[in-house]
């Protein structure tokens, strides 16, 4: 059984900056690929960001290039998403997903893993 866990959301300013982390237990996600996607109230599912873990290669959405980081730490099984310049339309619930399959990462059917979610809050 798979299980991811997000942490490290929380009200902040705009402006400001948050770490999330998403820890995988249950099964070693060092070649697979780990993706962030968020959901605002009332808005479907985005992507935000993923990292392969055999290569290390990065995509992130157009919405947040420049201002997130998505990172691994493999012998932790953990994957973080550091978000800086953070806005009132990065308001949302961050999930984080996982796969060993080769897809473009983009998708929410790209995942079969899937945690329960960490809440973000930018005031403005």
């Known amino acids: 059984q798979v299980q991811l866990v997000e942490s490290g959301g929380g009200l902040v300013q705009a402006g400001g900056s948050l770490r999330l982390s998403c820890a995988a237990s249950?099964?070693?996600?060092?070649?697979?690929?780990i993706g962030w996607f968020r959901q605002a109230p009332g808005k479907e599912s985005e992507f935000v960001a993923s990292?392969?873990?055999?290569?290390?290669?990065?995509a992130y959405a157009d919405a947040v290039k420049g201002r997130f980081t998505i990172s691994r730490d493999n012998a932790k099984n953990t994957v973080y998403l550091q978000m800086n310049s953070l806005k009132p339309e990065d308001t949302a619930v961050y999930h984080c997903?996982?796969?060993?399959?080769?897809?473009?990462?983009?998708?929410?059917?790209?995942?079969?893993?899937w945690g329960q979610g960490t809440q973000v809050t930018v005031s403005s």
């Open positions: 997903a996982g796969s060993q399959r080769p897809s473009s990462g983009r998708y929410r059917n790209d995942y079969d893993y």
């Open positions: 249950g099964r070693t996600f060092s070649t697979g690929r």
């Open positions: 990292i392969m873990g055999s290569s290390g290669f990065t």
